[in-house]
């Protein structure tokens, strides 16, 4: 029985995508929560259990170990909550196509981390970028075509990437089961195919500089595909193809050029990503960016070679889509409310939304790294294991790192105050008169959020019991039960949550004891507080954006030269216009290209 | 959790050590700067006179304000100072890591600025968010030095975030403050504490001349209260965090403590001469003179440290 059912975890959404066709509107999203609750208690059920690999005509197609479990539960649990947001509030004309691409969506990603087939993984693959690009053409927006495009041009390009670096792999090793045997990266062809398929991840998962897509495509496709794909699963297939190669493609445990290598890539993500995230007026930009940014970290990770560092940068994966996923919903049920995506538009809603201001507080804390939420557990990890691996090395490699850390760390104080000037532009400041009719969201959007919000603080809290024991230990070379206790020994989350509380109560009950409440209105000096007087927050960091050299850097962002899509677009352009140039249609000129082409031909072929 | 934490949450040197000696340094404050203006300065206890009548006032709440918030950030500031004095105070008098090492502590600190910004735009007033975003800035601007501030000591110490550790390596081997990069980062610690306590020339968030105390401007009562009171705790959280990283940490034996108190006090007096010294800067001349003249003397104290110095 065991041994099909890993069949199911794909089977079961593609069959629940068809029915969903013919399926009357009202039943699909029932269809849609219902199989994927099946799915998750399959996922903790084959987890518990040892199920066998499936084989296809002796190849072995989908097999099952810890990374992939982990992978696999957290790929069910995001998508239930999603679809929880999604019962209600949809927009009526998308909700048809939206209930299909679903699951199918869920089939893809679910395939994709089942194989262990280089085929399978790269048909698989490549479907999880198709439906990201069937989810963008549902937006509304006047660029969402345009975005749909860009996305399905780098993640396409990316995919075909994959190929190739798996048939060179093929082509070193004679393996298509490519977990098998770490391939050395001591010849030119290992290193192409490492290359070919770090770029693949990078540009799944919004990694630097293959991440143009994502901010652009979370402001145009619909906010629930967005908190779907790109903040959350294609974080996953991203950085699990990534730890993948680490772990088990490539060899690189004593590969120290290419540690450094992971960790500088990780800290100028971070920054590059969150600087520009800093200056968006756009809620959803913003956002994207920082969907960017926080890669960076498990880049750091996952790739440092480190141990704690590593476990550090898949956890952060997980908290990664949770507090992002939750922050999207969150901007989507307001949005929904007001209309728009742009801060200026928005101001001090706080007082009227306050469930989502709450659990939009709790995932901008957490994505900040404040203690005891999960954001910070994770780059706590990061950082720790990044400095252990930085002991041992010699003073040139430790600065290096030292540096990249110094980045890592600054990047989580912009997080924080790019977080701030979204809170304020949303929730807090003075209220536009035209808001003043809003309302909260319906019931199933902050209970998605809200779960989301809960386990924000349960995983930061809770992590070595809910995360490392299970999934961890066991999984990542050399992490053992006596890291977990040394981790405990180093920090102890519950510890810092109960004293924080024991003051906070005394705080509190000295408040409840001496207050005498008065309402009133602002105060200014005597002036009526008029809507002049409205602080938007997207003039926040003027000062920063105006300093030099960092003024002419963002001109240079803003102008797209830092987008690869643009610049290859720029390229294929002017090449076209080259070739165009040598097509005058004279006949002189074509045999003259003829004669040069059979000298070459005769040149090579001698 | 041990109950022997609760005492040193609750007691010493948690929150009645740091919120009297808070207080009674805020009036060593109150007193040299008076000194300085030619004025007498208030009785010793007047900040404690302050703290209790602040207490019995009215707590005006804005209507248009995210109420729950507007109460629970100054609580939730002292919060994390009261914990902070826990760990840092823990580890410097009893040898023990409570909660977890300097990473959690840099972390940790950030929290009280964080819950400022909050608290204060909450009301929808516009020097509150005014302030606030010159808060977050001003944060910003000193974050990227005190990192250096806090790696220099991990590096000394052989990699060791443990805040006992980091004390005990030097109660071996000479405080840090003796090597180069030491000297460096002990002077950019001064100066990044200045900035996280807001104290003149870094007043830009509270500037009373512009901002009418910027984010704390529609507070009253024992919120109010509670702000003063972190404040003060501040003077004794910061300074404490500096002795342990750069001069040594604490001694039980023979005059260590009257060494201690000497090299708390001798911080807290440049502080003070700072203070009275210097008139307020702008906020993008404060951006300036982080990032661009103190970093690079970061990257510089990093260097030295790696390579011994």
Known sequence: MVDKTLYLLVSVPFVVAIINIVLPKVLRSILNLLGSVFLLYLSIRLLLGEPSPIKILEWEVFSMDKLTGFALIFIQILSIIILIYALKGLDKKLSGKFCILYPFTVACCNATVLSSNAVSLVIFWGLSGLVLYLFGLLGTGPDAQRTAKKTFILIGGSDALLLTGLIILFHESFKVNIFLSPTALDNAAAVLAFIMLLIAALAKAGGFPFHTWLPEYSKEAPVESVALL???????????????????????????????????????????????????????????????????????????????????????????????????LSLGSVEKQVGSSELSEMGGLGKKMPFTFTMALVGALSISGIPPFNGFFSKWMIYTGILEKAKGLPGGYQLWILLCLVLAVFGSALTLASFLKFIHAIFLGKRPAKLDQIKESSANHWIATGILAVSCLVLGLFAVQLIFRPFMVGMITKFNTDTLTSLSDMYSPTLVILLMLVSFGIGLVVYLLTRKVRYDDNYLGGMPALEKFRVVGTEFYNEIRNMSPLRSLYNAAEEKWCDIYELASKFTVSFSKLLQKAHPGQLQLYLLYIVIGVLLSIWIIR | MKVEYLFYLLVFPGLLFTGVVGLLVGWVDRKVSARFQYRVGPPLFQNFNDFFKLLGKETMIVKQSVHWLFIAAPLVAFAALVLLSTMIGSALFYQQNIGGGLIVVMYLLMVSSVMIILGGSSTGNVYSSIGAAREIKLLLADELVFIFVCLIPIIKSGYQIDLVQIAGIQESGGAFIRATSGIIGFILGILCIQAKMTLPPFHIPEAETELVEG????????????????????????????????????????????????????????????????????????????WKILTPLGIIALILSVLGA
């Open chain 1, 230 to 328: 790109p903040a959350a699963l294609d974080k996953i297939l991203g950085i699990y193809l990534l730890a993948r190669m680490v772990m088990s493609i490539f060899n690189m445990e004593t590969n120290i050029g290419m540690q450094l290598f992971f960790i500088t890539l990780g800290a100028v993500t971070v920054i590059i990503a969150v600087m520009m995230a800093m200056i968006q007026h756009n809620g959803r930009k913003l956002l994207g960016y920082h969907a960017v940014s926080q890669v960076g970290y498990m880049i750091m990770g996952v790739g440092s070679g480190n141990p704690i560092a590593m476990a550090g940068g898949l956890f952060h994966m997980i908290n990664n889509t949770i507090y992002k996923s939750n922050l999207f």
């Open chain 2, 215 to 290: 984010p704390l401007m529609e507070y009253s009562g024992p919120p109010l209260a509670f702000w003063k009171l972190n404040h003060f705790m501040m003077w004794v959280v910061y300074p404490f965090l500096l002795v342990l990283l750069y001069l040594g940490g604490f001694k039980s034996e023979g005059l260590g403590i009257l060494w201690f108190v000497l090299k708390y006090l001798a911080i807290v007096v440049v502080m003070i001469i700072i203070k009275n010294t210097n008139p307020r800067i702008r906020i993008d001349t404060a951006l300036h003179f982080f």
